[in-house]
């Protein structure tokens, strides 16, 4: 009989601390406070895009970013990864799916931060005139990967950016990649009527560039993927230029992103 007793009351404790364990799960990490305060900070600092935001939309995007940092694992090669180097990756995540609801990549898991441009080796020092890009998606073995020169990420954000921002085209590589096909039609976003009117219009503006008649970066007449990167970038960098030059172009990426950032 006390056996019994000692048994039961053991199986009860262990219940009882199941239970305790199931529904006193740890919230968000403490130092979670600070860091946003941390990011907050560089936000403001750096990146155009957060400091035009409201306050409601200013914690959004915190909010985001956050997110971003917990869950994609961000690592250098050749360098020491910092702050701000996470919130500017994490900014060039969100920026071009602001306007989604409840929408998170897929298909990354590694964003590995290179010093500068780097080569198909993946190798970025030596003289190697081929040393020239700047980011890339990872497709095959390198599926999940991003790679990005850290050089080229910090450049988009500054002053001197001008319709450009690497790490910005390669998440818009990203994103279109979301249907299974880096082709310049992300299936997902766009509604099926806006496919062939958004096909027609990249193809005219495409052979513009070709002509040499067009103010949009060349390398966006490469392929229709490559096209929709380089005029997010300059959707995302000079909304109001792009708006005054490309009026009907500036409406479709709204609509593909549900964002009017030339009214903000
Ligand atoms: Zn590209």
């Known amino acids: 009989m006390g056996s019994f007793i000692i048994i039961a009351v053991i199986v009860v404790l262990i219940l009882a601390f199941a239970g305790y364990k199931l529904f006193n799960k740890p919230k968000a990490t403490p130092v979670a406070a600070a860091v946003q305060v941390a990011y907050k900070e560089l936000l403001s600092g750096h990146v155009t895009f957060y400091q035009k935001l409201d306050t409601a939309g200013q914690a959004k995007f915190e909010q985001l970013i956050t997110e971003?940092?917990?869950?994609?694992?961000?690592?250098?090669?050749?360098?020491?990864?910092d702050d701000l180097d996470r919130v500017l990756v994490a900014s060039s995540a969100v920026i071009p799916i602001f306007g989604y609801h409840e929408w998170r990549y897929q298909n990354l898991t590694n964003v590995i931060l290179y010093p500068d441009t780097f080569?198909?080796?993946?190798?970025?020092?030596?003289?190697?005139?081929?040393?020239?890009?700047?980011?890339?998606?990872?497709?095959?073995?390198?599926?999940?990967?991003?790679?990005?020169?850290?050089?080229a990420l910090h450049k988009g954000f500054s002053s001197q950016s001008g319709k450009q921002n690497t790490a910005i085209h390669e998440f818009v590589h990203l994103l279109d990649k979301s249907d299974g096909a880096v082709d310049g039609v992300p299936e997902h976003q766009m509604a099926h009527d806006y496919a062939s009117p958004w096909l027609k219009m990249m193809h005219q503006e495409?052979?513009?560039?070709?002509?040499?008649?067009s103010d949009i970066d060349a390398y966006a007449a490469t392929s229709e993927a490559e096209f929709l990167a380089v005029v997010s970038e300059y959707f995302f960098e000079k909304p109001?230029?792009?708006q005054r030059k490309h009026p009907e172009l500036y409406q479709q990426l709204s609509q593909l992103f549900i964002q009017d950032p030339a009214a903000q």
């Open 68 to 81: 971003f940092i917990q869950s994609v694992n961000i690592e250098g090669v050749g360098l020491e990864v």
């Open 119 to 151: 080569n198909n080796d993946f190798q970025f020092e030596g003289e190697d005139g081929s040393r020239t890009i700047a980011g890339m998606v990872g497709s095959g073995y390198m599926n999940g990967q991003m790679l990005l020169s850290r050089a």
């Open 206 to 213: 495409m052979q513009r560039i070709q002509k040499g008649n």
């Open 240 to 242: 109001e230029q792009l």
